[in-house]
């Protein structure tokens, strides 16, 4: 149900005990329970992923199809390497240290990343308002003001999909309901509603369990991407191949390849909500009824006709800036929006390179074994910082952990946020020590031999 008030209402509308205060208030959870409800595919395929299913969408009924659910056989094995599906290891009983790891986020926590998510936002149509400015004043200074503008705005277009990433595994639906068009606009000239953001990235979560075996339970819409880096078997007698395929990947990112880009729009709807019937209007035409459904129509059109309704609204803005304020006619406006395209593109394709392709490539789950932050402290700090915080830099040290929980924990770099990045990064590699799954008879993947192994020498390196 819209509404354009916060979740969390008003203060000193009812009184709060403290266990209401610390687990929600009342009227944020009942609000909650109705998004779900009406988002009832995200509820299920949240309810899908590994370990417990979001609290708050416990009443929605688990979903046959084939996009919102795990595909396994009647013995709960996957069809394509027919491993069982894993059941993670959470501690029981839990450890007073590591209870916080698994403590469900309050709304005061929710209402602050989604600030944070739209502060970006406002930041970033600042940041191209004086960017015209500066060239409006200084029109000799092209690649002075340019570079001042490109590589700030870069930077926060990494902050930009990291806290959109916080925020999906933690607080899924805005507080208001104008925040989802602010989640990624600057991302591409269009792309993905919110909610079928936040969807595509939970079927990601539901088919790859495993960092390592990408789309084991189903269709992932990242596969295209790991093909690239793991297509000819193991890098160390292959690594000639991927000189062929590995450097297409920064590529097909900037030209919008990844969850907020315009190219994944297109391969998403081609499979969401009707999979494989999305391809042409001829088909349309020969069985309207079997192709697109009422909830089609009515849900999934709208949405996607208003986002990116805003997201085009966006960018013929940022043309007109570059028009008359800069002394050039309406046809030229395309040379600053050209601009302010290139650097949100590096910015964006950096941040899911990273999340995508390094977190679940061989090489660098290899290199984790290593404990990077004892045997390489320099670029332990230096990627830290090119993140925007050692919080972020857990998020890639420990996203085998994020998947095993995804979410019971959610993002590490989220409880960073709220705990400290080193509590966060001990309680992570005492998770990682004891076993991300419970042991259930299949043989060790390649991803669970690596871990035991980072796992000892992290605990040798205390």
Request: with cysteine; charged share 20%; net charge neutral.
């Amino acid at each position: 149900m819209a509404t354009s008030a916060p979740l969390l209402g008003k203060q000193g509308k009812a009184a709060h005990s403290k266990a209401s205060i610390f687990y929600g208030a009342d009227e944020y959870l009942e609000e909650l329970k109705k998004k779900y409800e009406h988002d009832h595919e995200i509820a299920a395929l949240k309810n899908a992923l590994p370990g417990e299913g979001d609290p708050n969408a416990a009443g929605v009924a688990q979903s046959n199809d084939k996009m919102l659910s795990v595909q396994k056989n009647d013995e709960n094995r996957s069809l394509k390497t027919n491993r069982l599906f894993p059941t993670p290891n959470k501690p029981d009983p839990m450890p007073q240290n590591l209870a916080f790891l698994f403590t469900k986020i309050t709304p005061e926590q929710m209402i602050y990343m989604w600030n944070v998510l739209t502060a970006i936002f406002f930041t970033q149509v600042l940041m191209v308002i004086g960017y015209c400015a500066a060239l409006a004043c200084f029109p000799d200074y092209w690649w002075t003001c340019t570079l001042c503008f490109g590589i700030p705005f870069s930077y926060i277009a990494i902050q930009n999909i990291y806290i959109d990433h916080d925020v999906m595994h933690g607080a899924t639906f805005p507080v208001y309901e104008w925040q989802r068009f602010l989640t990624h606009p600057f991302a591409d000239f269009f792309s993905l509603p919110w909610e079928e953001f936040v969807l595509e990235h939970n079927r990601h979560h539901a088919s790859t369990v495993d960092l390592l075996i990408q789309g084991e339970f189903g269709w992932d819409p990242e596969e295209f991407h790991y093909a690239l880096q793991q297509w000819a078997g193991p890098w160390s007698s292959n690594w000639y191949k991927y000189l062929l395929t590995v450097p297409f990947i920064p590529v097909i990112h900037f030209f919008g390849l990844n969850d907020t880009g315009s190219l994944f729009a297109l391969e998403w709807w081609m499979h969401f909500p009707d999979e494989g019937h999305l391809m042409a209007p001829v088909m349309f035409l020969a069985s309207m009824q079997s192709l697109f459904t009422l909830r089609f129509w009515s849900k999934w059109i709208p949405r996607r006709v208003k986002h990116n309704a805003f997201v085009l609204s966006l960018w013929a803005c940022v043309w007109l800036l570059g028009t008359y304020p800069l002394g050039r006619p309406l046809s030229e406006g395309w040379r600053f929006m050209f601009t302010v395209s290139v650097f949100a593109r590096i910015g964006y394709s950096a941040a899911w390179m990273f999340i995508t392709n390094f977190t679940h490539s061989l090489p660098w789950n290899e290199f984790l074994a290593q404990d990077p932050g004892r045997t390489w402290p320099v670029l332990h700090n230096v990627m830290a910082m090119v993140l925007g915080g050692k919080h972020r830099w857990n998020e890639m040290l420990f996203h085998d952990v994020h998947h095993a929980f995804p979410n019971a924990v959610g993002t590490l770099s989220q409880r960073g946020r709220f705990h400290g990045w080193e509590k966060v990064h001990d309680a992570a590699a005492e998770v990682l020590h004891r076993g991300l799954w419970k042991p259930n008879g299949d043989e060790e993947t390649q991803m669970q031999k690596t871990q035991k192994k980072r796992s000892l020498m992290m605990k040798q390196g205390k």
